[in-house]
């Protein structure tokens, strides 16, 4: 059982920055894929980024060159760092781990955390 909790997210204005964090417990975070989704209000979720198991991330087309993703294995933690934020960016943001790249990135991992809000105001 892998029990993953975000925290990071808040309000901030446009152009600005936040940096969500997922920790993960019951499993090494070295052995499991962790990505980051997100939630818009009537929206459907949509992935925004992931890190693989091998080491390496990458990012959704709609947030290339703002938004990057990283791991820390002593901290058992993957990060979002998110800059140049706009207002389509408010959602809440979901962390997903999943020992399938191919399952998380479908949106069908083995877990989620509770999510994190994040509001950007314009």
């Known amino acids: 059982q892998v029990q993953l909790t975000e925290s990071g997210g808040g309000l901030v204005q446009a152009g600005g920055s936040l940096r969500l964090s997922c920790a993960a417990s019951g499993r090494t975070i070295g052995s499991t894929a962790v990505g980051w989704f997100r939630q818009a209000p009537g929206k459907e979720r949509e992935f925004v980024a992931v890190f693989y198991l091998v080491g390496g991330g990458t990012v959704a087309d709609s947030v290339k060159g703002r938004f990057s993703i990283s791991r820390d294995i002593s901290k058992n933690t993957v990060y979002l760092q998110m800059n140049s934020l706009k207002p389509e960016d408010t959602a809440n943001y979901y962390c997903?781990?999943?020992?399938?790249?191919?399952?998380?990135?479908?949106?069908?991992?083995?877990?989620w955390g509770q999510g994190t809000q994040v509001t950007v105001s314009s």
């Open positions: 997903a781990a999943a020992t399938s790249i191919r399952a998380l990135v479908a949106g069908n991992p083995d877990y």
